[in-house]
């Protein structure tokens, strides 16, 4: 086990697309979506135990999620985890962490993760994440992992990589956002292409050196806070550079302008469990396509997500792709796969409602 090696867990999203499951007050990574006894958080807290020690994972959220990550996560130190006072995307979570990992340890190699994702295949996922920090702690890379993707999905971004053969890490090409179908189904018959997971691995120079370059603003920003980190002072300063932050992700800010870009292809049981649909794939299923959750019966439906209450009998006939989502103050039906549409319903309910229903 490496000495040097960070995993930085992103974990502030709000979780729209599985509402109502996904609340405001405990979005989808507080959850324990897969009942396994433990949060989409502790999986990947515990599947990064692997990689490092404790005290080396840390984990970047809204501060209105701070007792919630004490809670499921104990282990952590106060330091470990970076509380943000406003969303701003990926890219100054991902710089706040870096420029205050490099403050005590500027030799670190550092993991970036979302914290609501499923792998299934550990082993595999593994031998991955260590051809990625291996090679970023000897070269100036910036390493993305992609995965072989299996269907053209237009929900996901894809990056184009250039065939190398014997060479694990590849260099990248292109990023392109969420295609089309029929562009995508191209992407699947050309062979280069891979889905963009989101995780990320690159040394503290190589990240830090990307910032100072491509987004100079931020890149002043938290070197700024470089006397404050680990102080008292951090809270104060952290609000200040949020209120002065830009909204921007990681992939716009630095890996669609670097020149030193590159992926290791994984295939490895990897779900990003954006939305009902995705959970609906790799769910268990009746004869009918259907996942059912809770007291249900069907007649002639197939295809669909149905979660109602151990209680309370729920009956559905006649129906396709729906999903069926019964809470406590909530009842959800709509299109499985429209999951676009849920920022919708939650302004339009919050609007109408209230805020209590978000």
Same mark, same amino acid.
């Given at each position: &086990?490496?000495?040097?090696? *960070? ?31 433990? +949060? ?36 952590? @130190? ?7 006072? @406003? ?30 994702? %499923? ?34 999905? !237009? ?28 562009? %995508? ?24 050196? %990307?910032?100072?370059?491509? @987004? ?25 550079? *949020? ?5 921007? +992700?990681?992939?716009?800010?630095? &890996? ?5 870009? *590159? ?34 019966? !069907? ?25 069926? %989502? ?33």
């Amino acid at each position: &086990m490496s000495t040097n090696i *960070y995993v930085v867990i992103m974990a502030g999203g709000s979780g729209t697309r599985f509402w109502p499951y996904s609340r405001d007050a405990k979005p989808k990574q507080f959850l324990d979506v897969l009942g396994t006894g433990r +949060s989409l958080l502790q999986m990947t807290f515990d599947r990064f135990k692997e990689v490092t020690s404790n005290d080396k994972i840390w984990v970047v959220s809204n501060q209105k999620y701070e007792n919630l990550i004490q809670d499921q996560l104990p282990e952590l @130190e106060n330091h470990q985890i970076l509380l943000e006072t @406003e969303k701003r995307n990926t890219a100054p979570c991902i710089a706040y962490a870096a420029y205050k990992i490099m403050k005590n340890d500027p030799n670190a190699v550092i993991i970036v993760s979302p914290s609501d994702h %499923a792998i299934f295949k550990e082993k595999e996922f593994m031998e991955v994440i260590n051809t990625a920090t291996e090679s970023a702690s000897i070269e100036d890379k910036l390493i993305t992992i992609g995965i072989r993707p299996n269907r053209p999905e !237009t929900g996901y971004g894809y990056i184009q990589y250039l065939s190398d053969p014997g060479v694990p890490v590849k260099k990248v090409k292109t990023f392109t956002e969420k295609p089309e179908v029929d562009l %995508a189904a191209k992407f699947i018959e050309s062979g280069d292409f891979l889905w963009n997971s989101g995780i990320f691995v690159w040394s503290i120079d190589a990240i830090i050196n %990307a910032f100072e370059k491509y @987004e100079e603003e931020i890149a002043s920003l938290f070197a700024d806070g470089l006397s404050e980190y680990y102080t008292e002072n951090e809270s104060a300063f952290i609000k200040k550079a *949020y209120s002065q932050c830009k909204n921007i +992700s990681i992939d716009y800010a630095i &890996m669609e302008k670097a020149e030193n870009v *590159y992926v290791v292809p994984g295939d490895f049981g990897w779900s990003d469990l954006g939305s009902w649909n995705a959970l609906h794939e790799i769910k268990k299923k009746d004869s009918n396509d259907n996942v059912i959750e809770g007291s249900v019966i !069907t007649y002639d439906s197939k295809d669909n997500y149905i979660k109602g209450k151990k209680n309370k009998v729920t009956v559905v006939q006649g129906v396709e792709g729906l999903l069926v %989502a019964d809470f406590d103050d909530v009842l959800l039906v709509c299109k499985k796969a429209d999951s676009s549409l849920f920022r919708d319903f939650i302004t339009d309910v919050k609007a109408e409602k209230g805020e209590k229903y978000i």
